[in-house]
């Protein structure tokens, strides 16, 4: 069974930076495409960032792109979502995501579809303050 676990929220002030981290277990991580999300109160849950299987091709929203930067290491089974410049609008807890078992490495178009994505974290807070 697939385990998403975020970490590195916090409260910070706008302008500033902050890192979190998603650590994977339970199959190759290195075989798969990656995602992160995000849900502000009150909204729907929305796609941020996405990097492939390989980890040489990301793509991001329109509204983070220039201020933040999705990673992995696949050494470590980790994913990141290095986020600078952050506003107030930022706020929300980030989630995680990872596609489902059929999506191992060129079987599923990237980026991934929302849909496709089948295993989620538990979510980190991210609080801007203005």
């Known amino acids: 069974q697939v385990l998403l676990v975020e970490s590195g929220g916090g409260l910070v002030q706008a302008g500033g930076s902050l890192r979190i981290s998603c650590a994977a277990s339970?199959?190759?991580?290195?075989?798969?495409?990656m995602g992160w999300f995000r849900q502000a109160p009150l909204k729907a849950r929305e796609f941020v960032a996405g990097?492939?299987?390989?980890?040489?091709?990301?793509y991001n929203v329109d509204i983070v792109k220039g201020r933040f930067i999705i990673s992995r290491d696949d050494a470590k089974n980790t994913m990141y979502l290095q986020m600078n410049n952050l506003q107030p609008e930022d706020t929300a807890v980030y989630y995680c995501?990872?596609?489902?078992?059929?999506?191992?490495?060129?079987?599923?178009?990237?980026?991934?579809?929302?849909?496709?994505?089948?295993?989620w974290g538990q979510g980190t807070q991210v609080t801007v303050s203005s």
């Open positions: 995501a990872a596609p489902r078992d059929d999506c191992s490495t060129y079987r599923c178009p990237f980026p991934t579809p929302r849909n496709f994505y089948g295993y």
């Open positions: 990097i492939n299987w390989q980890g040489d091709s990301t």
């Open positions: 339970g199959r190759a991580f290195s075989d798969y495409a």
